[in-house]
């Protein structure tokens, strides 16, 4: 984790988002920013599924993301990390909100 390797996650303002370009940063981004239509839709439907759906296509992108981009470490700038652990955070968010809109309560740490 950043706290256990004394990396503390700056202002959003200061972090340059532009530096997520790898295709698996741009699949998470995809996928949080169909949020607000996912969950349109769904109301509009009356079809929750479309809600877990799009929580699972997260969950796949951000695995692939998670195993092919490293957030801490040396090989990985510090510009890049902190560009990284706001989009994890990010994620984080998307978690809270898809599983939370299904009624469903989601561990803080795994």
Same mark, same amino acid.
């Given at each position: 984790? +950043?706290?256990?390797?004394? $990396?503390?996650?700056?202002?959003? &303002?200061?972090?340059?988002?532009?530096?997520?370009?790898?295709?698996?940063?741009?699949?998470?981004?995809?996928?949080?920013?169909?949020?607000?239509?996912?969950? +349109?839709?769904?109301?509009?439907?009356?079809?929750?599924?479309? $809600?877990?759906? %799009?929580?699972?296509?997260?969950?796949?992108? !951000?695995?692939? !993301?998670?195993?092919?981009?490293?957030?801490?470490?040396?090989?990985?700038?510090?510009?890049?990390?902190?560009?990284?652990? %706001?989009?994890?955070? &990010? +994620? /984080?968010?998307? !978690?809270?909100?898809?599983?939370?809109?299904?009624?469903?309560?989601?561990?803080? /740490?795994?």
């Amino acid at each position: 984790m +950043a706290a256990e390797r004394e $990396v503390e996650r700056r202002p959003l &303002a200061d972090v340059d988002l532009g530096l997520l370009t790898h295709e698996r940063e741009l699949e998470v981004l995809r996928s949080l920013s169909a949020l607000p239509e996912v969950v +349109a839709l769904a109301t509009a439907e009356r079809a929750p599924h479309k $809600v877990g759906t %799009w929580v699972r296509e997260l969950a796949d992108r !951000f695995h692939g !993301f998670y195993h092919d981009c490293s957030v801490l470490g040396g090989d990985v700038e510090p510009e890049q990390t902190q560009a990284r652990l %706001w989009l994890v955070e &990010a +994620a /984080r968010v998307g !978690f809270a909100i898809g599983l939370h809109l299904l009624g469903v309560s989601a561990p803080d /740490r795994m």
